[in-house]
């Protein structure tokens, strides 16, 4: 007996399809984070496009999106996840710093070392000078120790992008 295989016609892309609402290989910014900092409801930046955020699409609450794109910086530096992921949310100036610092950190490490543990933002302050920008200091704790991290965020097209970064 043979068996008569058809095939399936492939499904057309389509960018209306709410699926394929995403940047491929940009940071998504909807996972939680230790220590219950996203416990506000998530909202993700992905969709928005306008220079000023209107009660169609209300930018997303700074405190927790900060807190996921800082956790994200962190793991960029530390080598567990790709720069090009920050692209989306970063100035030009923000994106070059943060890749030399990511080339920095990866050329002290030693090939024998054993990692020190998984780096994860602990706190996070925000000061909002402005309605459409604002000011976040943020603790990073890496086992025992701590550093600190200050970024400013600004609107752009409709989202939050780091314009400015200081890794301690």
């Given at each position: 007996m043979t068996q008569t295989l058809t095939r399936q016609?492939?499904?057309r892309w389509s960018?209306?399809?709410p699926a394929n609402q995403c940047v491929q290989g940009s940071l998504a910014l909807s996972y939680p984070l230790p220590g219950g900092l996203d416990a506000e409801p998530r909202a993700t930046a992905l969709t928005l496009v306008r220079d000023e955020p209107g009660p169609v699409d209300p930018l997303p609450?700074?405190?927790p999106w900060a807190a996921r794109f800082?956790?994200?910086?962190v793991e960029v530096i530390s080598s567990d996840r790709p720069l090009s992921q920050l692209v989306r949310w970063t100035s030009e100036q923000v994106y070059v710093?943060?890749?030399r610092r990511q080339r920095a950190v990866a050329a002290r490490?030693?090939?024998t070392a054993v990692p020190p543990g998984r780096h994860h933002v602990a706190t996070v302050h925000v000061s909002r000078p402005g309605r459409l920008c604002a000011e976040v200091a943020a603790r990073v704790v890496t086992g025992s120790r701590s550093?600190?991290?200050a970024a400013r965020f600004e609107v752009h097209r409709g989202?939050?992008?780091c314009t400015a970064i200081i890794l301690g």
């Open positions: 016609p492939e499904a960018a209306e399809d609450a700074v405190e800082l956790q994200g910086v710093d943060v890749g490490r030693r090939p550093r600190a991290l989202r939050w992008v």
